[in-house]
């Protein structure tokens, strides 16, 4: 049987056709998505969403609330049951007037003001905790921001080699042809030749590099680092002071968490204090007889109050020495305070120099160099072609060319991540 353009097909080829067609159209949603450049706001917002190290801390605040919780309560009562003073030898329950079933109640209550305190010390440390997260999501959006923006690097300097390079081989072909009819070296044709193959052994290194920097970017954003960069950086130029960002640091989330940590230090040594006061316990009971008198009345039951007071006088040494402790170590966080922040007043004064000299580097590309190279190059490949000029300062002045644009490129990401690192320390809008 034929069809009009041809024999039927057999049945295995029509549903290869049938499974290739509906293969393709359910992997063209996939295909566009990983199409779509990423942008640095969105890699922000997916690096934060859900990240599991700031979600552990979290965690770890929320069980040291509970914790404050179950501190603040009152040790549970004791239930006390018992037969007391029954006769062994002889006799039963009613024999002996002594004999009878007690039930009883104790609650202890923990010396001075140990349990608020202890509510207050778990809080404190929830605090830190939560403090530490807002840290962490810091540092992630950091280093998020970092990735993308190395990422971007790359893959723009890796389309700049890629772009120059057929002019590159065009000038190597140029100079075989002027080579063949005597107006050229062979020394310029093996030197173009090498700066082509240079230029070759540069893509595959930077693919190297780009490969890396996705893999880096992978961590905070997951499966999205495989798309592309979109081709524009952020518009990070305010910079605020150098004055108001010191000023910042006293509210930076790492701070904060080290005066949390000294509070709850603090508190330590408040509980310390109280656990030198001695704690009581209140018992209450109830003892049922059975049997008469010798006057025929039936025996009274009975009921027991008691107050239980502990000595504390008897461990002196060892409360001296729990206060000792507890004082070395709010001594010990406040020291660990200070050397957290000339650590960050450091950084920030370094980083802050670094953004203004990649400023002033930039502002020097932008006006002069990127011009001065670019013109270097054509006036070198113009006096070449009026055979004023030597080849290698052809290809040296173009090299240079492409090298600046490179850097220029740098220049700019590395300014962006400067600006990124200000803004993790100074706690600006960013």
Do not use: C
């Amino acid at each position: 049987m034929y069809f009009p353009f041809g024999p039927m097909p057999e049945h295995k080829n029509v549903r290869r056709v049938l499974l290739l067609v509906v293969t393709t159209f359910i992997s063209l949603p996939v295909f566009a998505q990983q199409s779509i450049p990423l942008t640095l706001a969105e890699a922000e917002d997916r690096a934060l969403l859900a990240e599991p190290g700031q979600q552990a801390l979290q965690a770890k605040a929320a069980a040291l609330r509970e914790r404050g919780v179950v501190a603040g309560e009152l040790p549970d009562p004791m239930l006390r049951v018992g037969l007391n003073n029954f006769p062994i030898q002889s006799g039963g329950f009613t024999t002996e007037g002594m004999t009878h079933a007690a039930v009883g109640l104790r609650q202890a209550f923990p010396a001075g003001k140990t349990r608020s305190i202890n509510t207050l010390r778990f809080d404190l440390l929830a605090s830190e905790m939560n403090e530490n997260a807002d840290a962490r999501g810091r540092n992630v959006l950091t280093a998020a921001r970092s990735a993308w923006l190395d990422l971007y690097y790359w893959e723009l300097a890796h389309g700049l080699v890629l772009e120059s390079r057929p002019f590159f081989d065009d000038l190597a072909t140029i100079t075989r042809s002027l080579y063949a009819v005597g107006r050229k070296s062979q020394q310029d044709v093996l030197r173009a030749e090498l700066e082509l193959s240079r230029l070759d052994d540069r893509l595959i290194e930077m693919e190297r590099q780009r490969a890396r920097a996705v893999a880096v970017l992978g961590e905070w954003v997951g499966q999205d680092a495989a798309r592309p960069v979109a081709r524009r950086l952020p518009s990070w130029e305010q910079m605020p002071t150098l004055d108001s960002m010191q000023a910042m640091l006293q509210q930076h989330p790492v701070i904060r968490a080290a005066d949390s940590q000294i509070e709850a230090r603090g508190a330590g040594v408040d509980l310390a204090t109280e656990r030198s006061k001695p704690g009581w316990a209140l018992d209450l009971g109830y003892s049922y007889r059975d049997g008469s008198l010798p006057s025929g009345e039936p025996r009274a039951d009975f009921i027991t109050v008691g107050v239980t007071v502990g000595l504390p006088f008897f461990r002196k040494k060892s409360v001296d020495s729990s206060l000792s402790a507890a004082l070395q170590e709010r001594s010990a966080a406040r020291s660990s305070r200070e050397q957290t922040l000339r650590g960050l007043q450091s950084q920030l004064n370094a980083e802050y120099a670094r953004w203004q000299e990649l400023t002033r580097r930039l502002a020097l590309y932008n006006t002069r160099i990127l011009d001065q190279t670019k013109d270097h190059a054509e006036a070198s490949l113009l006096g070449y072609q009026s055979e004023q000029g030597d080849f290698s300062d052809v290809m040296r002045g173009y090299i240079d060319d492409l090298n600046t644009r490179i850097d220029h490129i740098r220049l700019q990401v590395e300014r962006a991540q400067s600006y990124a690192v200000l803004a993790n320390l100074g706690g600006f809008p960013q």
